[in-house]
């Protein structure tokens, strides 16, 4: 079977390769994104695997269809990006990662508290200009620190265990409490006592329409003064003129973020949310009390690992006729 491999980097064709020696498959990769200004690309092909950033859409589908690809293999848990009931329409299969080491944004959001924390971004800046002055770096001990979870599925239940070793107390909100995360030690509480008490804040929920623009005015105003916010979600969870007057107020003390490039994010979530611009982004950026990555939270070997096995899977099981109801929409 030939597939059609779109918005491929380097790491992509790497660990499908790899993987690709459990399955055999003919892989086609290419670095163009699927739209509907390359869909023709995909005549060849009998299925086709996209990411976050292609735009699969009523036109994309239709030229598929006329192409007679019946399959689309994502390589990401989100499908907002695409038509979904026009595809069962046209009667073309879609599956998906739905998750993937979890562990590994976990980990991410870690690194973002202690960096902004201990402001290791200034300090290697000094370093390397051979100033090794300490005033301007205070951070402050983890350990006996409150931190507020929102969201304790599988990343947040990850964070509570990594942050309950550094000794901290966590409150979690989840609509759905967890024994396994009670047992840690952690308390389930609600949106205004976990702002109220938190010191640091980190978000880990979904984006629907009762979470968008969770973080708004309304709830920075019953926040400790010099939080620390971190959002390895969705950008939709923030309203970013609360959050840039809670920046320039100090009621913000440290803001971390982690995000898609601005076309992704805004194709993503369009439904919800199209007020983050790359302008937001720049103005963010003028804090020094802020840091941005680029969606690199899931970015570890073994994510790409998880992320190719599942799609090259995904593959297999279509091919064959079986279908997983968890991962097939």
Same mark, same amino acid.
């Given at each position: 079977?030939?597939?059609?491999?779109?918005?491929?980097?380097?790491?992509?064709?790497? =660990?499908?390769?790899?993987?690709? @020696?459990?399955?055999?498959?003919?892989?086609?990769?290419?670095?163009?994104?699927?739209?509907?200004?390359?869909?023709?690309?995909?005549?060849? !092909?009998?299925?086709?695997?996209?990411? *976050?950033?292609? +735009?699969?859409?009523?036109?994309?589908?239709?030229?598929?269809?006329?192409?007679?690809?019946?399959?689309?293999?994502?390589?990401?848990?989100? /499908?907002?990006?695409?038509?979904?009931?026009?595809?069962?329409?046209?009667?073309?299969?879609?599956?998906?990662?739905?998750?993937?080491?979890?562990?590994?944004?976990?980990?991410?959001?870690?690194?973002?508290?202690?960096?902004?924390?201990?402001?290791?971004?200034?300090? /290697?800046?000094? *370093?390397?200009?051979?100033?090794?002055? $300490?005033?301007? $770096?205070?951070?402050?001990?983890?350990?006996?620190?409150?931190?507020? %979870?929102? #969201?304790? #599925?599988?990343? #947040?239940?990850?964070?509570?265990?990594? $942050?309950? #070793?550094?000794?901290?107390?966590?409150?979690?909100?989840?609509?759905?409490?967890?024994?396994?995360?009670?047992?840690?030690?952690?308390? !389930?509480?609600?949106?205004?006592?976990?702002?109220?008490?938190?010191? +640091?804040?980190?978000?880990?929920?979904?984006?629907?329409?009762?979470?968008?623009?969770?973080?708004?005015?309304?709830?920075?105003?019953?926040?400790?003064?010099?939080?620390?916010?971190?959002?390895?979600?969705?950008?939709?969870?923030?309203?970013?003129?609360?959050?840039?007057?809670?920046?320039?107020?100090?009621?913000?003390?440290?803001?971390?973020?982690? %995000?898609? &490039?601005?076309?992704?994010?805004?194709?993503?979530?369009?439904?919800? &949310?199209?007020?983050?611009?790359?302008?937001?982004?720049?103005?963010?950026?003028?804090?020094?009390?802020?840091? +941005?990555?680029? @969606?690199?939270?899931?970015?570890?070997?073994?994510?790409?690992?998880?992320?190719?096995?599942?799609?090259?899977?995904?593959?297999?099981?279509?091919?064959?006729?079986?279908?997983?109801?968890?991962? =097939?929409?």
């Amino acid at each position: 079977m030939k597939v059609g491999v779109f918005s491929c980097q380097s790491y992509d064709r790497k =660990f499908l390769t790899a993987g690709n @020696h459990n399955y055999g498959f003919e892989l086609q990769f290419m670095s163009c994104g699927l739209s509907a200004e390359t869909a023709m690309v995909a005549e060849p !092909y009998d299925a086709v695997s996209v990411f *976050v950033d292609d +735009i699969i859409d009523a036109k994309v589908l239709d030229v598929l269809s006329k192409q007679e690809i019946n399959h689309i293999a994502l390589r990401c848990p989100g /499908y907002a990006n695409i038509d979904l009931e026009y595809a069962k329409q046209l009667n073309i299969g879609v599956s998906r990662v739905p998750s993937y080491s979890p562990h590994s944004v976990a980990e991410h959001t870690v690194a973002l508290i202690l960096a902004l924390n201990r402001k290791l971004y200034k300090a /290697y800046n000094r *370093v390397i200009e051979n100033n090794f002055d $300490l005033e301007g $770096l205070l951070g402050f001990n983890l350990r006996g620190k409150n931190v507020g %979870i929102i #969201g304790a #599925g599988k990343i #947040g239940s990850s964070l509570v265990n990594l $942050l309950s #070793g550094f000794g901290c107390t966590i409150l979690c909100n989840d609509p759905t409490p967890s024994d396994e995360v009670k047992q840690t030690g952690a308390s !389930y509480v609600n949106l205004p006592e976990l702002y109220r008490r938190s010191d +640091i804040i980190s978000l880990h929920c979904p984006l629907t329409e009762q979470s968008k623009h969770l973080i708004d005015h309304q709830a920075l105003q019953m926040m400790k003064n010099d939080v620390m916010l971190i959002n390895t979600s969705q950008i939709g969870l923030l309203n970013i003129k609360a959050v840039l007057a809670g920046l320039k107020s100090k009621k913000i003390g440290y803001f971390g973020l982690d %995000i898609y &490039d601005m076309k992704s994010e805004l194709i993503s979530n369009h439904q919800f &949310d199209t007020s983050f611009t790359m302008q937001s982004c720049q103005r963010l950026s003028t804090f020094p009390n802020v840091l +941005i990555t680029g @969606h690199q939270g899931f970015f570890t070997e073994q994510s790409m690992q998880l992320i190719a096995e599942t799609t090259l899977r995904n593959l297999q099981c279509f091919f064959a006729g079986k279908v997983d109801k968890n991962i =097939f929409l």
